[in-house]
Structure formats: structure tokens, C-alpha cells
């Protein structure tokens, strides 16, 4: 048994050691598929390593402890300063005082080393956008009945999709079923673009929330903008409107089967600007500050991935929290989302508007499958007659507004 680096992603697991080759370990790591190689100078044994400081370091690699000199007959010896820097960055839990790294039992680490704490960090910069709605407008939507699309030149919305959390990469509704598991409903649209890439026009309540995340309180950020349409009538429970807004795919973009991960993300959830539509998302009477989404705001939450206790290839995502409450008798819920990812090296911002459908809407459905790029949608749901329909289906103009003002589109008419 040893602890080996993880070339791939930069962290130290357990894993057992399989055989040499030109100078390489091949190591077969507790929760992966298959095995990969590191060299010598980058595994220890497992049992060398806890009689001499009872864990181990995540965020640097150990080019003096090599398994060929950890024989039993004769253990390395160390210089007294190499001694105690190891000892000083490395508690006896096997914690990073350095990183605030953890190691958990099955060798993942519960943060990252690299992880920046928000309100400590800068907000991302926003680039000039390489081009505008009205030339990614014509770019075909992936196949399928349903309306998926990306505006960014190298993804795709089928790359979005988290292998392991079968969950999309972006605020998924869903529904805490217990042991870890989040049933979401069906995504009938998701369009994805990065402020890199077009314009998108962002409501001011939104900007100074996420602003206030960082030191600089820097408004003129980087972000990526999803737009989600959702049909959650089958996650409702009974005497129950909520459903969690769940990021965890997001957040944990590259997570590996058997690792566990957590984090305190700035959650927070908006309502539209239409007065019609203001307060359809709203807190409820019990509410628990630690479980539901903050409204106005973004306040951090919980989220938390881990293997499941029966089967470590399966993918747990927990806590119960992120909740949103509405009235599931209006036919549909609109409400803009926001959230901060501070387990990367660079903080990354996801703003998102959500449609959540709680009943079958015939008339946009339809407008989403004829529909073959953006601007034919978009030209359709603004259309007199179409958007008429739209608007008396979902129940006001507000999320249509919302949608248009975003990005920055107008209806070219000819003359």
C-alpha cells in the first residue's frame, strides 16, 4: 500500500503498487478506473509514512522518500531541518496546515489545495466578447427535439453533462431524495455562453450581489450565463413548492469516481424585475438560513460530493440544502441564479435564468423544437401571435423580457 501523486489532477491518493517500469510506478488508485504511473520519487509506503508523521502532504510532491529506500532493514534519514519543515506543514490528522487540505479514509481530499476563499480574491476579469448575439445567433442547435445550444466556439451542451453525477453542469432543480441522491427535472432548453464570447446584459441586483464576493467588489466580471427551461412537475411533492437548485456538477466540473469533495459556495437566487413577477420566489415561514437559497443575495451554502457507502463507483451529492420556494399553482416559476465556484484557482461565476415549468406548456415546447438556431427561436417567441400565446401560458411577459433584455436582442424587421 502507498500514497502516490495523481499526475493527472496534481493530489495524492491511496492506491497499491502494481510494478516498475523504466524507472515508474504503476499505481492502481482506491476509487479509479484502471491504473496510471508516476515516478519513484513521487510514492511512499503507507506504513512508513504513518509511523514517521501520520499523514501526508498533498501539495507538493516528496522526491526524498522513494519505496526502494523504505526497505525494513534501513529507513532514510533525514536532515533535522527537512524534519521539521515536514513536520510543521503536516498534522498528525494527516490535515495541510499550509493548503487546509484534508485527508479522508479513502485518500480523497475534502478541499482542494488550490482552493481561493471568497471575499479574499479578485473578481475574474471580463474580456471584450470575440463577437455579438446577432453572428452566434445563426449557429445550429445540437440535435435532438429539445433546444440545446452553446455560443462557445469548443463546448458543446452534451460536454456539459457531469459523467458521474449525471447531472448538467449548471443549477439543476432537483429534489433531495435521501442517501445522496437528487432525481432533477427534465431540461426541455439550455443555452450556454461566456461573457468572453457575447455581450450579456446582467440585471444590476445581480452584478452588485456577486461583486460583493470579492475584495474588490469589481462589477465588470467575468461569468459564464446559462439559460435553463425545466419541466419539474414530476420532483414536486405534495404540499411541498420547492425543489434544490443543485450546483454540485458545476462546482466539482472534473470529480472522480471515490473522491470526496466539499465547499462553501455563494448561492443566491432573484427575482424578476417585472413587478408581476416579484416575489413568486420567496422565502418560506420556517425557514432554515444554513438550507435555502439566499433571495436578494448571495450567501454561502454546502455542497458536498462523495462515493456512495454501497458502491464507492457511485456518486453521492449532498447536503439537503439550496432550496427554493414558490406557488407550484402559477404555471410557471422565473427567477435569475447566481453562484461563486471557490474551489478553483481562479474563481469561476455561473449567472443563470431559470424557467421552471410545473405543468406541460404546449405552446413553448413547440416554439423549442421547430425552432433550429437562436434567432429563429428568439424571432418566434417575440412574433405578435406566438409571443401572445407564450405570455398567456406562462403566465406574464416577465420571463420573456428578462430573456430578450439579456441578450441584448431586437427583432429585425424587414421593410
Known sequence: KVYALYTEEGNWYHGRLQRTDQGKYEIRYSG????????????????YLRKRVGGFKTSESVPKFSIESMGASSQP?????????????????????????????????????????VGMAKAPQKPLPRSTIDQESLKAKEGGGNFYLSLSPKNKVCDMVSPFLALYQCGVPARYAGSGGYPSGEIVALLHASSS??????PQSVREAVAKCFKDNNQDFAFDFVWCVSQIADILKPNDDSVN????????????????????????????????????VRSHEDAKVHRDCAIGECAPLRVSVHADKRNKYIMCCSPNNAKVYFESKNPMVAFWSAAVDSES??????????????????????QLQSAKNLQQLLESLESSREAAELIEECGGRGPLQELLSALQWKTKKSP
Open 197 to 202: 464570447d457575447v455581450d450579456i446584459l446582467l
Open 345 to 366: 484557482s481562479t474563481p469561476r461565476i455561473l449567472v443563470q435564468l431559470n424557467w421552471m415549468c410545473t405543468r406541460p406548456l404546449k405552446c413553448m415546447c413547440s
Open 77 to 117: 534519514t533525514l536532515k533535522e531541518h527537512r524534519k521539521e519543515s515536514w513536520n510543521s506543514s503536516i498534522g498528525s490528522n494527516g490535515s495541510s496546515r499550509r493548503s487546509g487540505a484534508k485527508t479522508t479514509k479513502k485518500g480523497g481530499t475534502r478541499t482542494d489545495s488550490k482552493r481561493v476563499k
Open 32 to 47: 479509479f478506473h484502471g491504473t496510471s504511473f508516476c515516478d519513484q520519487k513521487q510514492a511512499v509506503s503507507e506504513s
Open 245 to 280: 437548485l443543485v450546483h454540485h456538477a458545476w462546482v466539482y466540473n472534473k470529480v472522480q469516481p471515490g473522491q470526496r469533495r466539499s465547499a462553501q459556495v455563494p448561492i443566491g437566487v432573484f427575482n424578476l424585475k417585472d413587478p408581476s413577477w416579484k416575489g413568486r
